[in-house]
């Protein structure tokens, strides 16, 4: 089995793989004060109440861009679950090419989408992670990831609205029956969402106006993806398992 891990900037989620099933998935919260005996109790446990052996698992691949807690995790799974994990970067086999100015500054979870939704979904495509950033990241019918827009996540910009004013509350981020809200909870909900869609919209079609295509899929994932994706005819497929998938596949082109 395999075990992957996405070290986000708000969760880090698992998978569980056995050949090409996803057998088992959970989420920690990113806490960059936690100990390697921590990270690795905290990993067998989880594999535990899954049903899942320690002994059966036979490689772990990691994304992450939260550098700051990579030598405790690293550390955990090799004292806990006596393996070396593959971590991605660069110098790791994608089965992409990265034409942006400084390759090095992408993410790895941005190269792991890509992989994941050019392999497959098939390009040109265009993947949309609505995680604590949104990113938009274009990839060429060749496997070329040749554009990549970051804006503000949901997230982030709810917390703008109620840490930043006096009287806003902080509120679930929902989408409303309305974009005509009558009271401040649903026109904080309104504004959120609906810009937010607006902004995708917006963005996908103009990414595809200037770099000349014409039909192009457009895969979404990350948390709040759902809420948009159902809002708008410019999000094709959302696969809440996308980055975990990009994982396995890269996983799976390092095999010595």
């Excluded at 006096?166 to 029956?177: F, H, R, S, T």
């Excluded at 902004?199 to 595809?208: A, C, N, P």
């Amino acid at each position: 089995m395999l075990l992957v891990i996405d070290v986000g900037n708000t969760n880090i989620t698992m998978g569980v793989f056995e050949d090409i099933n996803l057998k088992a998935s959970f989420r920690l919260t990113t806490n960059t004060a936690r100990t390697s005996d921590e990270y690795g109790l905290v990993i067998c446990d989880l594999l535990h109440a899954k049903g899942i052996q320690i002994e059966d698992l036979s490689a772990v691949t990691i994304a992450s861009v939260v550098p700051k807690l990579m030598h405790s995790l690293a550390s955990g799974i090799i004292k806990y679950l006596k393996i070396t994990p593959l971590i991605v970067g660069s110098g790791t086999k994608t089965g992409i090419k990265i034409a942006t100015v400084n390759p090095k500054e992408l993410g790895a979870d941005r190269v792991v989408d890509a992989v994941a939704a050019y392999e497959i979904y098939g390009g040109p495509v265009l993947v949309i992670d609505f995680g604590t950033a949104i990113t938009y990241d274009l990839i060429t019918e060749d496997g070329t990831f040749i554009a990549a827009v970051t804006s503000p996540g949901l997230r982030i910009a709810a917390n703008a609205l109620w840490n930043d004013t006096a009287k806003l509350p902080e509120v679930e981020i929902a989408m409303p029956d309305t974009i005509l809200a009558k009271d401040t909870i649903t026109s904080m909900q309104a504004g959120l969402v609906f810009g937010c869609i607006g902004q995708t919209e917006y963005i996908v079609k103009r990414m595809l106006k200037e770099a000349n295509i014409d039909k192009c899929r457009v895969i979404a994932t990350g948390g709040l993806g759902k809420i948009i994706s159902d809002a708008t005819d410019v999000i094709e497929v959302y696969d809440p398992n996308l980055t975990l998938k990009g994982l396995k596949i890269i996983s799976d082109k390092n095999k010595k």
